[in-house]
Structures are given as C-alpha cells and as structure tokens.
C-alpha cells in the first residue's frame, strides 16, 4: 500500500495566488482529515469527511479556505487568496470507517506551503 | 472539553538512557489515547493507543504507554534510547468521536 500521498511536498507562492493541496487517501479508508502544523499553534484539525461528505469543518480558519472530496480517492485544500500567515505544514489523514473512534489514522508526509 | 497536557516541549536524555515522556489528560467520559512520533520532515506515525483493553499498552520501536486512570495519565517510557529515537512525540486523546484532539508534542533530543 502506498500509504496517504499529498501533493505537493512543497509550495512557494506569493501573496494573493490561490494555492491548491491534493490528497489521495489510502485506498477503503471511509475518513479524511484535513491539518495544519504551525510552531505557535501547533496541530490543528481543519475538517474532516465521511464517504465524501463534510463532517465537521469548524476548524477552518476563514472563508478563505474551501476543501472538496469529489470521490473517495481524492481530495482538495484551496486557500484563496492566500497570505502569508498561512505558512504551515498542511497534512493529510485517512482512516478506515469501522464505526470505532480507536481506528489508526495514517497521515501523509504533508506539504510545506510558504506564502510570501 | 477533552484536551492533553504535555509536560515538557523538549527532553533531552543520553543514548542508552530512560525515557519518559509525559502526557495527562481531560476526559469526561473513558477516553480512547494515542502516542504518535513525527520524524523531521515526514508526517505523524501511530507509535500505539489505548483502546481500554490492558492499561499498559506496548509500541513500535520498544515504546510502552502506562494508562492510570488515577492520574489521569498516559505517560509514554523507553527504558534504553537510542539516537534514533529522536524526534517529536505527540499525545492525543479521542473523547469517543471522529477527532483527534493532539497535545502540543514533545521533541526529543538524544545525545551520544
């Protein structure tokens, strides 16, 4: 298994472009997540889907930011425009959908974003 | 609301010595808890997790995490370090719900 694939790794961009980050989830995984890893806040949640379906997105920080899953084996995170204080590492998760909380989420390696 | 607290963002420990990472926890209701090590550059990986099976749960890479209901504690423990051991440690707690709800992580510094 290939595991959770993020694209890009890395994204440099300049104030006001739209930025978008891909994420395919590991194949059969029912849920998607959705981080963003800064040094002040840490690891936060942004939103997360079931079957294709938003679950929860009270973690995205502003309109700015919109997320897609148009099919199970793919996913989008746009942010537009975009600002420098979006500079993060914006991770991907996914996880089978067994109806237990306690299943493993298996995360991507991330993309970096950098926002001049 | 469930949270964790981890005590300590860096440690600092010699190769070949104990380590004790600290992790407790707020919960209203029995909460499912998970360790996770992020390696410079790479994304987060499951180290273990306690599901209320048995309290002293056993990892990868010759971790174990003690649940002490107690203590409200979930305190992970490597009895010999090794250089490779360093990297950033994150404590989460699910409250019985879709999310993970991650503490702010621990790095871990190893020294020859």
């Known amino acids: 298994d290939a595991g959770v694939i993020q694209s890009p790794r890395h994204e440099v961009t300049e104030m006001g472009q739209e930025v978008t980050l891909r994420c395919k989830p590991i194949s059969g995984h029912d849920y998607l997540f959705w981080y963003r890893q800064t040094m002040m806040r840490g690891l936060e949640l942004l939103i997360y889907?079931?079957?294709?379906?938003?679950?929860?997105d009270s973690g995205m920080p502003e309109d700015r930011f919109s997320a897609k899953m148009p099919n199970a084996s793919f996913s989008t995170l746009k942010i537009q425009p975009s600002e420098p204080r979006d500079s993060a590492v914006y991770f991907c998760?996914?996880?089978?959908?067994?109806?237990?909380?306690?299943?493993?989420?298996?995360f991507g390696p991330g993309t970096r974003l950098t926002v001049l | 609301a469930q949270s964790v607290t981890q005590l300590g963002s860096h440690v600092s420990v010699s190769e070949g010595a104990l380590v004790l990472l600290r992790c407790n926890y707020s919960?209203?209701?029995?909460?499912?808890l998970f360790w996770y090590v992020q390696y410079p550059n790479q994304g987060l990986q499951l180290l273990l997790k306690?599901?209320?099976?048995?309290?002293l749960v056993k990892g990868i890479n010759g971790f174990e995490a003690e649940f002490k209901k107690s203590e409200t504690s979930f305190h992970l423990t490597k009895p010999s370090a090794h250089m490779s051991d360093a990297a950033e440690y994150f404590c989460a707690v699910t409250p019985n719900t879709d999310k993970l709800i991650f503490g702010t992580g621990t790095r871990l510094q190893v020294f020859p």
């Open positions: 306690y599901t209320s099976a048995a309290t």
């Open positions: 998760a996914s996880r089978a959908g067994t109806g237990t909380s306690t299943d493993t989420q298996y």
């Open positions: 889907f079931n079957n294709n379906v938003p679950i929860d």
């Open positions: 919960s209203s209701v029995p909460p499912y």
